[in-house]
């Protein structure tokens, strides 16, 4: 059972990183294409979303690694 848990942890945090940073990227492709004066600003709120995004399956795999050790 700590197995199952630990592959769900790590999988739907994945999952969902995978997902929130499509969107995040195909939105700041959108905004660029609209304004490309822009550019940097749209740049640098994306990265910042993106790093926010990749907390998640960080935090999924720590979760599972507890799961499955403890």
């Known amino acids: 059972m700590e197995v199952l848990a ?5 999988g739907l945090g994945a999952l969902g990183a995978g997902i929130g940073n499509g969107l995040i990227v195909s939105k700041t492709v ?3 294409s ?3 004066e822009l550019q940097g600003k749209l740049q640098t709120t ?5 790093g926010i995004v990749e907390v998640v399956p960080i935090i999924g795999v720590v979760i599972g690694f507890l799961a499955f050790f403890s």
């Open 46 to 50: 994306m990265f910042i979303g993106v």
């Open 34 to 36: 609209r304004q490309p």
């Open 30 to 32: 959108e905004g660029i």
């Open 6 to 10: 630990a592959a769900l942890a790590v």
